[in-house]
């Protein structure tokens, strides 16, 4: 390959665990994590659960003259926690929100409350086009009993299709954040299929820091080894991942992570380790990507991705139509109970004089029980709806996919007269899946 250029791009991603109140010795850790990033002068910074805008003003400040550009992305009750610093121009950002980050009534969790969101920005790099994506996916708090798969393969479908729509023409793309998500998880292994993003930890020439590459581990003084639970050591869900087009390509020449320690500091940056990719860029005359060259036809592993997402995705659904249906019923009871109140509250009036048979403290306590029910059952029926609607049309949009697949895979055009009858290729059998199921 006769290379024209060579370009060095240096990223770094972290989960700054941005909490105040909640999150230990969070001023001192903020002002660690600008002091490094001073001083190592990465060409892009992706960080998250920067929850706090006076913390990233902060920052901004900080590293005005080592990443002069940057952006905050503004999102739910308080803020998506995303942001970007970069030493090239940001020429345009957009801000996707999931449709779906958990359950308000979860309040000890708090994902719902933090708007989870994609953050996209358009860099110009010489001649290059790059964008650049920074996420935060929900959590997952049970290993064994996610009652938040189903949003968060929601989220990872999402994701992947903001990512396809939204990098076309790119000369580079980079993804970088907090998945929640293990290496070999259905919302890593969709993402990763349907986009062609490359994992640097996979693709590194070079690693440096934590054993697999993990970047929640247990000698981190602020995990908590329950919350590791099964993996002793820690786990990997944090990432840096990226893809070039065809004519850039990209080779990762070292992937490193922070270790839990930092050297003359009492504590670690955060409760994740940060992550630093070095990428090499080199242009070439137009031809294949090479992620294209490597993955050959991804449609039919692709299909069977797909096909796993709308199984959870399906589960969500019935659990969600269970839940609305219990909200219904239980507000039933409620609106029954007031008329009985109510019915009660007539036999003075109905007896000609006669007295109120019970006390009127018990009878207001009573009426204000009534109408509590019946508002957060309202509330909870609406949270439910909405929920079904956007877990049907992720499950409708995944159906689709897969019937645009599986003609690809049996040699079809994805148009055809109505009046023609399909058949497979001689010696093919017709896929057991119905696209129309």
């Known amino acids: 390959m006769d290379n024209a250029d060579s370009v060095g791009l240096r990223v770094f991603s972290l989960n700054c665990w941005g909490i105040h109140y909640l999150s230990k010795h969070c001023p001192q850790r903020y002002d660690m994590i600008g002091d490094m990033l001073c001083k190592e002068e990465h060409d892009i910074v992706l960080l998250q659960e920067v929850w706090s805008e006076k913390d990233y003003l902060s ?20 803020g998506s926690g995303l942001a970007i610093f970069s030493k090239h121009r940001i020429h345009d950002t957009f801000l996707y929100r999931y449709s779906l980050n958990g359950y308000p009534y979860m309040a000890h969790h708090g994902d719902w409350f933090g708007g989870k969101a994609v953050g996209m920005a358009v860099l110009k790099i010489g ?3 790059a964008i650049v994506y920074v996420t935060h996916l929900h959590a997952e708090y049970c290993r064994d009993k996610d ?45 990763r299929t349907s986009t062609g993003l490359r ?49 850039v ?23 994740h380790e940060a992550l630093t990719a070095e990428l090499r860029l080199e242009t070439h005359a137009p031809t294949e990507t090479e992620s294209d060259r490597k993955s050959g036809n991804p449609a039919s592993a692709l299909v069977d991705i797909v096909t796993e997402a709308r199984t959870e995705v399906k589960v969500g659904l019935h659990c969600a139509e269970r839940m609305r249906y219990t909200a219904t019923r239980t507000g039933v009871m409620g609106l029954a109970l007031l008329f009985l109140e109510l019915a009660i509250a007539a036999v003075p009036w109905l007896a000609l004089g006669a007295e109120q ?34 877990l049907q049309g992720a499950e409708d949009q995944m159906r689709l996919a897969v019937g645009s697949l599986q003609e690809k895979l049996r040699g079809f055009p994805l148009a055809q007269p109505h009046n023609t009858q399909r058949r497979p290729p001689e010696g093919l059998e017709p896929s057991a899946f119905d696209p129309e199921e």
């Open 59 to 78: 920052l901004k400040q900080k590293l005005g003259c080592s990443h002069p550009h940057s952006h905050y992305f503004k999102s739910g009750v308080i």
């Open 127 to 129: 001649s290059l086009t």
């Open 249 to 271: 390509a990209i080779y990762c020449d070292l992937m490193s992570t922070t270790t839990g320690s930092v050297p003359e500091h009492p504590f670690p940056y955060s409760d």
């Open 199 to 247: 994992d640097s930890y996979l693709e590194t020439a070079k690693f440096d820091g934590c054993e697999d590459g993990m970047t929640l581990i247990a000698d981190n003084p602020f995990i908590s080894k329950k919350d590791l639970a099964p993996f002793e050591k820690g786990i990997r869900i944090d990432y840096i991942m990226f893809k070039g087009s065809s004519k």
């Open 357 to 390: 048979p019970f006390p009127r403290t018990s009878f207001y306590m009573l009426a204000a029980l009534c109408f509590a029910i019946l508002l957060t059952t309202f509330l909870l029926y609406i949270f439910y709806t909405m929920e079904l609607k956007s």
């Open 147 to 191: 009652s938040y798969l189903p949003h968060r393969v929601v989220q990872s479908w999402e994701l992947q299709q903001f990512i396809r729509h939204t990098s076309a023409g790119a000369d580079v793309v980079i993804l970088g954040g907090d998945l929640n998500m293990h290496p070999q998880d259905l919302g890593n292994r969709l993402l």
